[in-house]
């Protein structure tokens, strides 16, 4: 038997399967094309904070319904590299495409050189990170393209104590400025902790951003790498994470402050296509 979680006996028009124990769940019954009510939002909300990442099925959006959909739950943030075609119907859509990566070769060389995985937090290059981000299928090959989320808490929890400690207090660069210049954007390294609490759940999690080349504030390049290193394998182990599989009307809805992702591009040259909408922490910081 399927174990539900309370929200689905609490009001049956939304249905939470867990995926894994602590990461990941699909919700079922409920149309994201139509206004979520006031209970609809505060269930997703809810299951988002205690799964960090959720899934719907089925839900073929267009742009205008997928921005109304993320504005339910608090101010659009529009990237800075977000392309002008979607900019003049809806400002905070942002394309996730194959064929963008292709102009980044370089970029992207500097950052495999480093040696890390690409796991990464959406605007961490910010000093102050979109809490939430809603991603939407338009284009997917045939096989392949599925995206990783892990929990960013649990990799925290399970870490040696000694590790831990070493970590805390500690603060890592998140460097996105290559590719800001790109779009005509300046802003300087910010430097975030390690070990960062999530503001609503008051958890600690593991905090980099391994597609900004991170370093460790005050530490040797060799110091540094080794407590970077740690983070990297807890963030690789499969029992924290979650892998989900794309089709068509695919929609995921993740807190960008539990868990980090990576996408796996396996996928050859195919034009893989998602849109992606943002969504601001703490209005009064909306401008930083």
Do not use: C
């Not at 040696?115 to 937090?121: E, I, L, T, V």
């Not at 500690?170 to 609490?197: C, E, M």
């Not at 999690?205 to 110091?223: A, R």
């Amino acid at each position: 038997m399927t174990a539900v979680t309370e929200h689905e006996v609490r009001d049956a028009t939304l249905a939470i399967r867990p995926l894994q124990p602590t990461i990941g769940a699909e919700i079922s019954g409920v149309d994201l094309r139509n206004p979520l009510s006031d209970g609809e939002r505060d269930q997703i909300k809810a299951a988002i904070l205690q799964y960090k990442v959720v899934f719907f099925r089925d839900q073929f959006l267009d742009q205008d319904q997928h921005a109304a959909f993320a504005r339910r739950f608090g101010p659009l943030y529009t990237h800075p590299s977000t392309k002008k075609a979607n900019a003049e119907k809806a400002p905070a859509i942002h394309n996730i495409a194959a064929v963008d990566e292709k102009k980044y070769a370089q970029r992207l060389a500097k950052q495999q050189a480093e040696g890390w995985d690409p796991y990464h937090s959406d605007t961490s290059w910010r000093l102050v990170p979109t809490w939430g981000a809603v991603l939407r299928a338009v284009n997917l090959p045939e096989v392949g393209g599925d995206t990783i989320w892990v929990d960013a808490g649990l990799a925290y929890d399970r870490l040696p104590a000694d590790v831990r400690q070493r970590l805390e207090g500690l603060h890592v660069t998140h460097d996105f400025r290559d590719a800001l210049a790109g779009a005509g954007h300046d802003y300087p390294i910010v430097a975030h902790p390690i070990v960062r609490t999530h503001r609503e759940t008051g958890r600690k999690i593991l905090f980099v951003n391994f597609t900004e080349h991170p370093w460790v504030v005050g530490l040797d390049q060799d110091e540094s790498r080794e407590l970077l290193s740690s983070v990297h394998d807890q963030y690789r182990k499969p029992e924290f994470q979650v892998r989900f599989s794309w089709r068509p009307g695919s929609v995921a809805f993740w807190d960008n402050r539990a868990a980090v992702h990576y996408a796996v591009r396996n996928y050859g040259d195919f034009p893989r296509l998602l849109e992606r909408v943002l969504i601001a922490d703490e209005p009064q910081y909306a401008d930083l």
